[in-house]
């Protein structure tokens, strides 16, 4: 088996196929209560879990940051805990990822859904990687997380869930998260065409964006 440390994860019992949710960049398993509270009611098992630089994996940061490796991690984890048939669920960076886990692990994913996710970059992925970590050298970590996710709440959210979500983006690891989101730019300019025409099971997209 991989000797790769596991990420941090909750493991709710129930029966196959098991639902597994993956985050988006910078946030981390708790934003999927609500989905484990439904499967659960229905006897299905749920796994979430912290990537690593996030959540309670936020201390773990190995010197590979890239999709294919967090698709890595999941993998490990997934064969840890012996799941038999898993049905992924990626939200925004975490489409990426189960993507990559159901390349990785085809014969334990039997489908994905990817929700809000996007891809954002196309072309050369050297002049792609470049253009995002100047935007970072001039604006600062902060600043870029802020014009970040500050247009994905609309007038009227709630500004105390707001500010949650916005200062956990600006708080987190920099170095880390700034190589996370870079390799993120990379896998869609380099790989996003490829992975998505190797794919061989079911994929149930919900919401997604190009540029």
């Known amino acids: 088996m991989n000797q790769e440390k596991l990420i941090h994860y909750s493991d709710y019992p129930g029966r196959e196929p098991t639902y597994v949710f993956v985050h988006g960049f910078t946030c981390n398993e708790t934003d999927f209560m609500n989905q484990v509270e439904h499967f659960r009611g229905i006897s299905h098992r749920v796994i979430t879990l912290d990537l690593p630089g996030h959540g309670l994996s936020r201390d773990y940061i190995p010197k590979d940051l890239t999709m294919k490796a967090m698709g890595r991690h999941v993998v490990t984890l997934l064969r840890h805990l012996e799941v038999k048939e898993a049905i992924m669920i990626g939200h925004s960076m975490g489409c990426m990822i189960v993507t990559e886990v159901a390349l990785q692990a085809p014969d334990v994913v039997i489908g994905i859904v990817l929700i809000d996710g996007s891809r954002i970059a196309r072309g050369d992925p050297e002049e792609a990687v470049a253009t995002r970590r100047k935007v970072f050298e001039d604006e600062g970590f ?9 247009p994905m709440f609309l007038p009227g959210s709630d500004e105390t869930e707001k500010k949650r979500i916005i200062d956990r983006a600006c708080t987190q690891p920099e170095h880390a998260s700034t190589d996370i ?14 992975a998505c025409t190797e794919l061989k099971v079911p994929v149930q997209v919900r919401s997604f964006t190009t540029f």
């Open 142 to 150: 902060k600043k870029c997380m802020m014009n970040t996710f500050e």
């Open 181 to 194: 989101l870079l390799s993120a730019v990379r896998w869609c300019a380099e790989d996003f065409e490829s």
